[in-house]
């Protein structure tokens, strides 16, 4: 006798049943394990290009931001520069004024104005020729008073002074719109 012989028929179908839908769900899980397996290696190799990519990105656009801070601090270093130089002409003509107003008041320099000879309306009383105790040869002149040689120094310092503010601009708004 065999043990075959002492289940029931019924038993035996339902067994195998059993043993079918055992064999069944250990196939399928072993198949989602397989897929399971597959799709995290996907997954994770693509979590991975994602990151290279979003590495790449992050250095390009680090690299970006050093180029433009860099040429920034260019412009910086240039403007400071044409600051300094423009700094320097201003104090430079303030100088070169104050030495020529202490010339004009010292009486040590003189301003004056050519006087044309040949118009005798505006003669006034000028002598055509110079004097004997003159040294100055060449065309008549007249001398100004020394208070209006003042004003007129006064008057050729401010545009002096707005002539080296204008080339300061100027080479502001060239060096900040030059293309870099």
């Known amino acids: 006798m065999s043990l075959t012989d002492w289940i029931p028929a019924q038993y035996r179908v339902l ?4 043993l079918i839908m ?14 399971n397996w597959r799709y995290g290696q996907q997954l994770e190799h693509q979590a ?10 992050t250095l390009a656009s680090a690299a970006l931001q ?8 260019q412009v910086e270093q240039q ?14 003509a303030k100088k070169r004024q104050g030495l020529l107003r202490e010339r004009l008041a ?7 104005v050519l006087i044309d000879a040949t118009d005798t309306a505006s003669l006034c009383g ?4 110079t004097g004997t105790g003159s040294v100055v040869h060449g065309a008549t002149r007249a001398h100004l008073d020394p208070a209006h040689a003042q004003r007129i120094i006064g008057i ?15 080479a502001y708004a060239k060096t900040v719109s030059a293309p870099k």
């Open 156 to 170: 050729t310092d401010d545009g002096d002074q707005g002539l080296i503010a204008l080339a300061a601009c100027q």
């Open 106 to 112: 010292t009486a040590d320099l003189r301003l004056s």
């Open 48 to 57: 991975r290009l994602h990151s290279d990519t979003l590495n790449e990105i």
């Open 79 to 92: 403007l400071q520069a044409q600051d300094k130089t423009h700094h320097q002409e201003l104090t430079d």
């Open 22 to 35: 055992v064999l069944t769900s250990a196939s399928a899980a072993a198949a989602w394990q397989i897929q």
């Open 66 to 73: 050093r180029k433009e801070q860099d040429k920034r601090l």
């Open 15 to 18: 067994a195998a049943g059993l």
């Open 126 to 129: 000028v002598p055509a020729t």
